[in-house]
């Protein structure tokens, strides 16, 4: 057995989103109210537990929008997805036990695959959110893995090096903040 795989599979995760959500239902609440719709707070975080640490990654709802709900959504289990084990319509966490399954030193770090292998997924796919203004000069870029253009499920990674030939490929969602070292 490979280090990387060593490591991947000792760094199981539980993904839960650090968002005041009284804070956001009173906020859209309001916003209805007024006659407007509701929208996404300015500043949100995901807090990944592994084995290894915490990894805080703040994220982009403004850049990313419909990203960062899916994101959110899939964590909390407050969507539907088709588990890839069962076939099964299910309502639950998806990011809860997954692994990052992919660990390529000087690169990246992949996860979001319920099935631990970087092939499964959520059971559908959405278009990519890419803003011109983001891009992998720095490492602990938080992004969707895809394979291709507009092919975003509920597969993630973060970068831990610059990956500059990632730009305009790849949704960028998030940064990490505190825990790059895990």
């Given at each position: 057995?490979?280090?990387?795989f060593?490591?991947?599979?000792?760094?199981?995760?539980k993904?839960?989103?650090?968002?005041?959500?009284?804070?956001?239902?009173?906020?859209?609440?309001?916003?209805?109210?007024?006659g407007?719709?509701?929208?996404?707070?300015?500043?949100?975080?995901?807090?990944?537990?592994?084995?290894?640490g915490?990894?805080?990654?703040?994220?982009?709802?403004k850049?990313?929008?419909?990203?960062?709900?899916?994101?959110?959504?899939?964590?909390?289990?407050?969507?539907?997805?088709?588990?890839?084990?069962?076939?099964?319509?299910?309502?639950?966490?998806?990011?809860?036990?997954?692994?990052?399954?992919?660990?390529?030193?000087?690169?990246?770090?992949?996860?979001?695959?319920?099935?631990?292998?970087?092939?499964?997924?959520?059971?559908?796919?959405?278009?990519?959110?890419?803003?011109?203004?983001?891009?992998?000069?720095?490492?602990?870029?938080?992004?969707?893995?895809?394979?291709?253009?507009?092919?975003?499920?509920?597969?993630?990674?973060?970068?831990?090096?610059?990956?500059?030939?990632?730009?305009?490929?790849?949704?960028?969602?998030?940064?990490?903040?505190?825990?790059?070292?895990?």
């Open positions: 057995m490979n280090a990387a060593e490591y991947a599979i000792i760094n199981r995760m993904l839960k989103i650090v968002a005041m959500l009284l804070i956001i239902t009173v906020a859209a609440g309001i916003a209805i109210a007024m407007g719709k509701p929208k996404m707070p300015d500043t949100l975080y995901a807090v990944l537990e592994t084995s290894k915490e990894i805080v990654c703040q994220l982009y709802p850049s990313a929008p419909m990203t960062v709900k899916n994101f959110m959504l899939l964590a909390n289990g407050e969507t539907e997805w088709t588990d890839p084990n069962s076939g099964d319509k299910v309502k639950k966490p998806l990011y809860n036990g997954t692994i990052f399954h992919r660990v390529i030193p000087d690169f990246m770090i992949q996860g979001g695959d319920p099935l631990g292998r970087g092939i499964g997924g959520p059971g559908y796919k959405f278009k990519d959110e890419i803003d011109e203004t983001l891009d992998f000069s720095s490492p602990g870029m938080l992004a969707m893995a895809n394979s291709g253009p507009n092919t975003n499920g509920s597969q993630f990674f973060i970068t831990v090096a610059p990956t500059p030939w990632l730009k305009g490929k790849h949704t960028i969602f998030g940064r990490v903040v505190k825990g790059q070292e895990v």
